[in-house]
């Protein structure tokens, strides 16, 4: 194929791809099926390789994201994005339409209704039809620049489908986690013990601000747009534009509605505040707009929104249930947390029968008696929270509920975690869900990647006493696993493979692995790069530990006590023993050069040779210092693309050097 013909191609099988995204992420409509278009994804994929001069960013291979994406970059609003009056009673509403039809003196008006989503703010630029910046709500000002994360998201267009759209223009919508997305994600945390996310709004602004674009892709986030803005708009009303950008391709709410008088306003209310629970997506309420934009021009804003617009809240969902039994729970740190077991009762679409109280002092503060009838919210939570106690319904003499002293599992006397309101269980090497705990987070998928070992069987090898602690593992043989009921040769043969590749994952992974107190994932990064080898810093002391970034005084009493304690010791040197890295990679451990030695440097933008993380990386390893601000100290900058305005002008003012990427990497060479 000539390189003219393979242009041709390319752009033929990236309308098709474009084509077919939206029809299965918009449309919900999909033409052809999963394999048939992965089939055209990989052709284009080998095309735009094999012709590198035709690539294209919003090529629809560019959807998986890239781990280049490091950073964000602060950019002013053309137009500010201000926020919206909240009304939380139907009357509040009320009021709003009867000072708009005053303001307007008489003249006939339509609002349109709409759901609020819950989710995070974000402002989408186009031209000639191909999204050109992504920008968060940040301060209404200014937001951050998440065109590369957005850009994984597939219910967004990248090129517009053929239509009436204007050269320029700015969209306004949310992006939103789906539930059952959200459901999967928590899951997932609650497998590895992370905390979780308390909403789907979190879970969505906490992805789009990720640092590796890559991850974003996978999380599988969606959008809703409600806001049209352009000097040449297709119509002078906003329920017109809205439905014109559904025709190009964005997807909008189905729940848009003309609405005509205060009594279709009130009906509106009161359909939804019932049928919202049916959503696929997460909503806190609805949101009423003048439509005519010669009438919202006319109306204006106050300081902080406009006039002609106002958000209705709808009120959290909540029940009163009686209170069954309340457990206590063991985790893998020791950590007792108490449990509400409550009588099943429905909430937002789900049967709730449990909740976490947290711990003793959220148990003294609602002063839960035994019998209790607790009141229990979701609202835009997906986590149950227990506000509050029915006392008129508490029995006589029915006794508080406290605390236990004893671990339920292992009976160990519990202390208390200075500085925190948690119980712990001391016995840290004999009861069973810590230990087990533990051996099911060392082989979950990002830490050590041990195929096959999830919670029913690192219980089943622990209660077989194949496995009293991690190192166990690595003794384990398939002719062993094969006498277990519930696994058979095949799974053995998966957990073996899995243990033995699991010898080549890296160092930062295994500090992670360890269930170190307070060491997560970034910390273990943190730590692994700054102590090189695990007899490093088996060798730290507090101070020592304390001086890496991101490990305060308890992180680093922590890691020192851990690192002390002869159980911990012997396993550590049974797992190096058996050939797990206890270093870090040889390219990591490479000597420093010294290109930058003594210098201060900044970074700034948006890279293509390497992500923001690895500059930071190459800096320090040619003795220069990272800095995140600009200041007389500054020896250069190193400016990407999309370099905020606000550090061009400072350097300008400071008389500070800006350098490209090639300059830079041109500088170190050698």
């Not at 950073?71 to 009673?89: D, I, K, Q």
């Not at 905390?195 to 996978?218: C, H, I, Y």
């Not at 020896?635 to 350098?659: H, Q, R, T, W, Y």
């Amino acid at each position: 194929m000539t390189s003219p013909e393979a242009h041709i191609k390319i752009e033929e099988l990236r309308n098709e791809l474009h084509r077919h995204n939206h029809n299965y992420y918009v449309l919900n409509a999909p033409e052809i099926s999963d394999k048939e278009f992965d089939m055209l994804m990989k052709k284009l994929e080998e095309l735009e390789k094999e012709f590198p001069e035709y690539s294209d960013p919003l090529s629809p291979t560019q959807r998986v994201g890239s781990d280049l994406t490091k950073g964000f970059e602060h950019v002013v609003h053309a137009r500010p994005m201000m926020s919206l009056a909240n009304s939380y009673s139907i009357e509040e509403v009320d009021d709003w339409f009867i000072r708009i039809r005053k303001a307007l003196d008489g003249e006939a008006f339509e609002i349109v209704g709409e759901m609020k989503f819950d989710g995070t703010s974000i402002s989408i630029t186009y031209h000639n039809g191909r999204m050109v910046r992504a920008v968060t709500r940040g301060d209404g000002t200014q937001g951050d620049d998440v065109t590369a994360n957005v850009k994984t998201i597939r219910s967004i267009p990248l090129q517009l489908q053929p239509g009436d759209w204007p050269e320029d223009f700015e969209i306004r919508g949310e992006i939103l986690m789906p539930w059952e997305v959200f459901e999967k994600l928590n899951a997932e945390r609650a497998y590895n013990e992370e905390p979780l996310f308390a909403n789907p709004r979190n879970a969505a602004s906490g992805t789009l601000k990720m640092q590796d674009s890559r991850e974003v892709a996978k999380r599988h986030l969606d959008a809703r747009f409600y806001y049209l803005l352009s000097d040449n708009l297709p119509s002078d009303n906003h329920f017109d534009n809205i439905k014109a950008a559904e025709r190009w391709g964005f997807k909008v709410s189905k729940a848009m509605q003309k609405l005509n008088s205060l009594e279709e306003v009130n009906e509106y209310v009161n359909y939804w505040d019932v049928h919202r629970k049916e959503l696929p997506v997460a909503t806190d309420g609805l949101v009423f707009k003048v439509n005519s934009l010669r009438q919202q021009l006319n109306l204006g804003f106050t300081a902080k929104s406009p006039r002609w617009a106002i958000a209705f809240k709808f009120n959290p969902e909540n029940a009163c249930t009686p209170l069954r039994f309340v457990s206590f729970e063991t985790g893998r740190m020791g950590i007792v947390t108490p449990v509400a077991n409550l009588e099943p009762v429905l909430l937002s679409g789900t049967i709730v029968k449990r909740a976490s109280l947290h711990n003793d002092d959220i148990i003294r503060e609602l002063d839960i008696h035994e019998g209790d009838w607790l009141y229990v919210e979701k609202g835009g939570e997906i986590i149950p929270k227990i506000t509050g106690v029915e006392e008129s319904k508490r029995k006589p003499e029915a006794p508080a509920i406290r605390f236990v002293s004893q671990c339920p599992v292992c009976g160990a006397k519990l202390v208390r975690i200075y500085g925190e309101a948690a119980w712990c269980c001391p016995n840290h090497y004999g009861c069973r869900p810590q230990i087990t705990g533990k051996i099911e987070h060392f082989c979950a998928r990002r830490m050590m990647n041990i195929d096959g070992i999830g919670e029913e069987t690192a219980e089943l090898l622990f209660d077989c006493g194949l496995v009293k602690n991690i190192a166990d593992l690595y003794d384990l043989t398939a002719s062993l696993l094969c006498r277990l009921d519930r696994l058979g040769e095949k799974s053995a043969k998966r957990i073996i493979d899995g243990i033995e590749a699991s010898k080549q994952i890296p160092f930062e992974r295994v500090v992670y692995a360890l269930s170190i107190p307070n060491v997560g994932e970034t910390t273990a990064k943190r730590i692994a790069s700054a102590v090189k080898t695990m007899d490093n810093m088996m060798g730290m002391t507090v101070e020592e530990l304390t001086a890496i970034p991101d490990v305060g005084p308890i992180i680093a009493k922590g890691i020192f006590d851990y690192l002390r304690d002869p159980v911990n010791i012997d396993i550590i040197a049974r797992l190096t023993a058996a050939g797990v890295k206890m270093t870090l990679s040889e390219e990591k451990l490479a000597p420093k050069g010294t290109a930058l030695e003594g210098m201060t440097i900044v970074i700034s933008g948006v890279f293509q040779h390497h992500s923001r993380d690895e500059y930071k990386e190459i800096i320090e390893r040619e003795g220069g210092k990272n800095s995140g601000s600009i200041s007389k100290k500054t020896s250069f900058v190193l400016a990407g693309d999309n370099m905020g305005p606000s550090k061009k002008e400072k350097c300008d003012k400071l008389g500070i050097p800006m350098i490209g990427e090639d300059e830079f990497l041109e500088k170190i060479k050698g």
